[in-house]
């Protein structure tokens, strides 16, 4: 997300897009397969992955709420007048995705390290 964020040529972008999908492509995959492993109860499948699947979307619906003041904010530097959405303020955003990405892991695996449920 960083290198997406530092691209400035069209090829760049395609490149940092093209890792970042087959990155995402594979963690999904497996995330779904251990989300169907460790279900308590086969018999209510339908609802633990119901309730999986609402809080994996938890970070797609308030994303935009700390993101688009982010890209607002530095996309105004060194830009003539607004609503200007210049390369800081993507890389700003992009950042942001991934210290948010990295402090959530750390607190996930802490919490399964310690066996909290």
Same mark, same amino acid.
């Given at each position: 997300?960083?290198?997406?964020g +530092?691209a400035?040529?069209?090829?760049?972008?395609?490149f940092?897009?093209?890792v970042?999908? +087959?990155?995402?492509?594979?963690y999904q995959?497996?995330?779904?397969?251990?989300?169907?492993d460790?279900?308590?109860?086969a018999?209510?499948?339908?609802?633990?992955?119901g309730?999986?699947g609402?809080?994996? +979307?938890?970070?797609v619906?308030?994303? &935009?709420?700390f993101g688009? &003041?982010?890209?607002?904010? +530095?996309?105004?530097v060194g830009?003539?007048?607004?609503p200007?959405n *210049?390369?800081?303020?993507y890389l700003a955003l992009?950042?942001? *995705?991934?210290?948010?990405?990295?402090a959530s892991?750390l607190?996930?695996?802490?919490?399964?390290r310690? *066996?909290v449920?």
């Amino acid at each position: 997300m960083v290198g997406l964020g +530092f691209a400035s040529r069209a090829s760049a972008i395609v490149f940092f897009g093209l890792v970042g999908g +087959f990155g995402n492509g594979c963690y999904q995959a497996v995330d779904l397969a251990l989300a169907v492993d460790t279900l308590p109860d086969a018999a209510e499948a339908a609802r633990y992955l119901g309730v999986w699947g609402v809080g994996a +979307f938890v970070g797609v619906c308030l994303g &935009p709420l700390f993101g688009a &003041p982010l890209l607002y904010a +530095f996309g105004q530097v060194g830009a003539p007048e607004p609503p200007a959405n *210049g390369q800081l303020g993507y890389l700003a955003l992009f950042t942001y *995705g991934s210290l948010a990405i990295f402090a959530s892991a750390l607190v996930l695996v802490k919490k399964v390290r310690l *066996g909290v449920s």
